[in-house]
């Protein structure tokens, strides 16, 4: 079974500021792992995936995370914040193996773009 | 192209009643995954249909069921409800592979007085 932590539940920060939104997962074997956000009133879109490869994968809107398999993380980073990047950002992890269909997620970090 | 929708948007139910949400998925997508968000929590995966049938469960118990149509839409029921089952019931649909993106539609607000 896996878990996820996002250690913060509301992250405050002023305009064109940098954000970082912390996640720490845990599993006892090679996982997948995603940034989903979620904007008032609707449902989960897709931020980045972290599958294999290169352990930095970005989004098209300046986000990035970086998958750090010795600290189990999975944090997301933006260099410089926008209004309307105000919603809530959950984490969330699957085992890579064939046969895991469900995806486990954080408990969300609300991030308010203060301007 | 149409994304995941859901009906209703919004349901106000009396506990031990019976709920269908329903769940169209993303042209091109054949599975359906159902998810419950209460408040101030994230998403709990109930369970995933693929082929018309259940391919995996979550922790959730009996009360819940699902189905899958032959044109890849699905219902989520929930059976003798209790004031816990309120919450955003969320569907998602992907493609048949295991790590295919998840979609999300906008959920369903089911609210048990």
């Known amino acids: 079974a896996q878990s996820v932590t996002q250690l913060d539940s509301q992250v405050p920060v002023f305009e064109e500021a940098p954000v970082e939104l912390r996640c720490n997962y845990s599993?006892?074997?090679?996982?997948?792992l995603f940034w989903y956000v979620q904007y008032p009133n609707q449902g989960l879109q897709l931020l980045l995936k972290?599958?294999?490869?290169?352990?930095l994968v970005e989004s098209i809107n300046g986000f990035e995370a970086e998958f750090n398999k010795s600290q189990t993380s999975f944090h997301l980073r933006k260099p410089s914040v926008h209004i309307s990047d105000t919603a809530e950002y959950f984490c969330?992890?699957?085992?890579?193996?064939?046969?895991?269909?469900?995806?486990?997620f954080g408990k969300g970090t609300k991030l308010s773009v203060i301007p | 192209d149409a994304g995941v929708t859901q009906s209703p948007t919004h349901l106000i139910k009396t506990r031990g009643q019976q709920v269908t949400l329903r769940c169209s998925p993303k042209?091109?997508?054949?599975?359906v995954s159902w998810y419950q968000q209460a408040l101030g929590q994230g998403p709990q995966f109930i369970f995933q249909?693929?082929?018309?049938?259940?391919?995996q469960r979550g922790n959730f118990p009996d009360r819940f069921s699902g189905h899958q149509f032959p044109n890849y839409s699905s219902e989520l029921n929930v059976n003798a409800l209790l004031l816990g089952d309120s919450a955003l019931y969320l569907c998602?649909?992907?493609?048949?592979?295991?790590?295919?993106?998840?979609?999300f539609g906008n959920g369903t607000r089911l609210t048990v007085t």
């Open positions: 998602a649909s992907s493609r048949g592979q295991y790590n295919s993106p998840l979609h």
């Open positions: 599993s006892s074997v090679s996982v997948y």
């Open positions: 972290y599958l294999s490869g290169s352990t």
């Open positions: 969330a992890v699957t085992h890579s193996g064939a046969g895991s269909y469900q995806l486990t």
């Open positions: 042209s091109g997508h054949d599975t």
């Open positions: 249909y693929y082929e018309e049938e259940e391919r």
